[in-house]
């Protein structure tokens, strides 16, 4: 069966996992919506509805840091700020309802416990589904693919949940080289692949 038209390779959600905190403070208004256009021009052709932006790797930025990414973020015109508790995360919508969702934080683990933390103090019932929906907000649906920037043989400090039932593809490349084609080349990867959902090939 084509991968392509398989039910089961249907790519809704993708995470681009790349740079460092520092490397995306250094960014300006231009660069942002460049990087911006990048993002949707490489999975604009499959028709993903969602797309989250996290770094590989680095130092928790501090206040002043996450208000000054902010400050940029704003500036492109087409990205808000959620509100969420113990975290930072805002979004950038396309006129066609793609979402991007940039989460600054380089520690998975970290972040996994923040929202574990706001659904306690909430009151609100741990489960595997209130911690999905907590950790990817505001997107719907659990990552399909995972595109790492980096070296094949280091696993990113930033993934944590998104691990276990994404695809993962490795380009050795750095965030500032991430053109379309790059993210055109992981999703023809995942297109190849049968989706094993967390499991192994047997």
Known sequence: MDSVNDPDMT???????GGTPDEWASMDTAAWRERFAVISGGVGSVGARWVTLVPHHGDQPGAAALDALGSVLASTGKVEE????????????RDDGLTVAVDPSPDGHARFAAVVEGL??????????????ALLHPVENEPDLALILGPPDIVPTSLVWELAYAELVFLDI????????????????FNRRHRRFGGLDS
Request: charge should be neutral; aromatic fraction near 6%.
């Open 82 to 93: 959620l509100e969420l508790p113990s975290r930072r995360r805002w979004v950038w919508r």
């Open 174 to 189: 750095a965030w500032s080289d991430l053109r379309p084609l790059h993210i055109e080349m992981a999703i023809a990867d």
């Open 11 to 17: 790519l809704v959600h993708v995470v681009i996992c």
């Open 120 to 133: 306690r103090t909430s009151g609100a019932a741990i489960t595997e589904e209130s911690l999905s929906a």
